[in-house]
Structures are given as C-alpha cells and as structure tokens.
C-alpha cells in the first residue's frame, strides 16, 4: 500500500514539473523568436520569415510583442512605407497588427488617413518620434479590449500564401 502512495507521488510530482517546464519553454520559445527579429533581413514578411512563427503563437506572443515596440536596434529589414532600416519595434508593430486590430486613431489620437501607394502616411515618423509614449498608447489600448478578443476563422479571400503555408487560419478581433 506504501508503495502505491509513493509511486501515486512521484507520478504526481513529474507530471507537475513537466507541465511547468513545457510552459516556461513555450515562453523561452517566443522570446527566443522575438530576439531573432534583428538578425532578419529585406522583407519581414518573406512565408519563411520568423514573423510568421511568431504570429501564429497569436495571444501568446502579444505581450512580449507590445514590450518590444520601444526597442530601437536597427535590423537589416526593410518596408517600403519606411525610408530607413527597420527596427525591432517596427517589426513588433506590424507583427502585432497582424495577431489583432489596432487602429491608428483609436490607439494614439492620431490621425494618419492619407494612403499613398499603400502606406499610410505619417505612422512611423510618429512611432519613431514617441516610441516610449507610442508603447505606452498600446498598451492601455490592449489592456482595455483584450477581454473582448475573439479568434475568427478568416475566409480564403483574406488568406494569402503566407497564411496559408504558416497554418494561420484567422486572427484577432474585438467582440
């Protein structure tokens, strides 16, 4: 009877440590991704890049995404809505707008409405001129509507290639 009791324990005790070391290496696992974005290269958004692993972490990687938005390490990535290089808070940005909504206007008070050759105008000089205020915009912008997230199935019009081959079947809106 001893023995059952102390196998029940141990058995008990592994299945504990093991679901707490699968969550700590889920979180190592988006950190890691996310301090990858500096080395990344031309277009972030190639299907193989790892702004799409990281995307399809979706809710997961939100937060350590929003910590990163202040983060100003030149990558050797490029937009063409932007003259410069790339930083590692842009990049959170724009993977950031593809997990959930995060309309300009409503997150700064800003108003960037002119669209020229696709870029709205206007959004990173204003990140690049306020990132710490820009973080901090996001930030209260999250907090207040992440309880009203809802995963969505996207339908195949708005799946490009890249969804697709990355198993990215929807994103985030609010309820």
Not at 61 to 83: E, G, P
Not at 160 to 172: E, F, S, V, W
């Amino acid at each position: 009877m001893i023995q059952k009791q102390t196998i029940r324990v141990i058995a008990l005790t592994i299945c504990v440590l093991t679901n707490s070391v699968n969550f700590s290496f889920g979180q190592t696992n988006i950190l890691q991704k996310i301090d990858s974005l500096q080395y990344l290269n031309g277009d972030p958004f190639e299907c193989n890049s790892v702004t799409w692993r990281i995307i399809a972490n979706k809710k997961d990687a939100i937060q350590v995404l929003i910590d990163r938005l202040d983060d100003t390490n030149f990558t050797k990535a490029t937009d063409k809505c932007k003259k410069a290089n790339l930083t590692v808070g842009d990049i959170s940005f724009l993977i950031l707008k593809r997990i959930l909504p995060l309309p300009f206007f409503a997150v700064t008070g800003v108003q960037c409405d002119v669209i020229e050759n696709g870029c709205q105008l206007g959004i990173f000089e204003y990140i690049e001129s306020n990132r710490t205020k820009f973080k901090q915009q996001v930030q209260e912008y999250y907090d207040k509507k992440k309880s009203k997230l809802k995963w969505r199935q996207l339908d195949s019009n708005h799946l490009t290639p890249c969804y697709i081959k990355n198993n990215i079947k929807g994103q985030y809106f609010y309820d």
